[in-house]
């Protein structure tokens, strides 16, 4: 089955940067749609950013103008930047994998079966 891997979590200060990275393994990166997730303790499961094969975006309104979601094929990762941090972008962050390629840019956390074990992104003011 699919798996991935988060790394980058840390802790930072406000109005700091981050960048997250997850690595996909055992299925051929271009074969699976793999979206950023986060979950802050008491709220919903966010979609945070997606990315689509042909370079589309798809990112949480909270989020739009400070993160950037990238990958590189070659490493079979894909990478989260999240620069201007803030206080509520505190949460766990998980990455997030479907075989379905019908979930292309979805921030939909239903579409997706694989997850991470996520990383923890803590922002102090």
């Known amino acids: 089955q699919v798996q991935v891997a988060e790394s980058g979590g840390g802790s930072v200060q406000t109005g700091g940067s981050m960048r997250l990275s997850c690595t996909v393994s055992n299925y051929p990166y271009s074969t699976v749609c793999i979206t950023w997730f986060r979950q802050a303790p008491g709220k919903e499961r966010e979609g945070v950013a997606a990315l689509t094969s042909d370079g589309l975006t798809s990112y949480a309104d909270s989020v739009k103008g400070r993160f950037t979601i990238s990958q590189d094929n070659a490493k079979n990762t894909l990478y989260l930047q999240m620069n201007s941090l803030k206080p509520e972008d505190t949460a766990r962050y998980y990455c997030?994998?479907?075989?379905?390629?019908?979930?292309?840019?979805?921030?939909?956390?239903?579409?997706?079966?694989?997850w991470g074990q996520g990383t923890q992104v803590t922002v102090s003011s």
């Open positions: 997030a994998a479907t075989r379905n390629m019908l979930a292309a840019g979805s921030l939909n956390f239903n579409w997706y079966n694989y």
